[in-house]
């Protein structure tokens, strides 16, 4: 909606990533794991970053840039939702939830 992108919007994201995290289990370090700020970063540059049309875009530019910037991910699940969407009826948010994997997705 054009007033939307006047105004700004509000996002609720969400994010999962799977790697094998045996080696930070033992070790009790960062470094053998992704640090959640990394995460958030990403979250944060896109979704304050160039306007998209679709929740969809957002949710995969998420992905796709995790993947791309931490092997250790082998999968990755990102969720994106507006809160107080202009819809009749008992609604809190609407949103798109997205499942990338490496080995599908690692041309990206």
């Given at each position: 909606m054009p007033e939307e992108r006047k105004l700004g919007q509000k996002f609720l994201v969400d994010v999962?990533?799977?790697?094998?995290?045996?080696?930070?289990?033992?070790?009790?370090c960062l470094s053998d794991t992704i640090s959640?700020?990394?995460i958030y970063r990403i979250?944060?540059?896109?979704?304050?970053?160039?306007?998209?049309?679709?929740?969809?875009?957002?949710?995969?530019?998420?992905a796709s840039t995790s993947l791309t910037k931490h092997s250790r991910i082998s999968a990755i699940r990102v969720k994106v939702g507006k809160p107080h969407v202009a819809v009749q009826g008992p609604v809190d948010y609407l949103g798109v939830e997205i499942l990338r994997y490496r080995s599908v997705d690692a041309q990206i």
């Amino acid at each position: 909606m054009p007033e939307e992108r006047k105004l700004g919007q509000k996002f609720l994201v969400d994010v999962d990533a799977w790697m094998d995290l045996q080696a930070a289990g033992r070790s009790d370090c960062l470094s053998d794991t992704i640090s959640y700020t990394d995460i958030y970063r990403i979250v944060k540059e896109i979704v304050e970053g160039p306007p998209q049309n679709l929740l969809e875009s957002v949710a995969q530019l998420i992905a796709s840039t995790s993947l791309t910037k931490h092997s250790r991910i082998s999968a990755i699940r990102v969720k994106v939702g507006k809160p107080h969407v202009a819809v009749q009826g008992p609604v809190d948010y609407l949103g798109v939830e997205i499942l990338r994997y490496r080995s599908v997705d690692a041309q990206i």
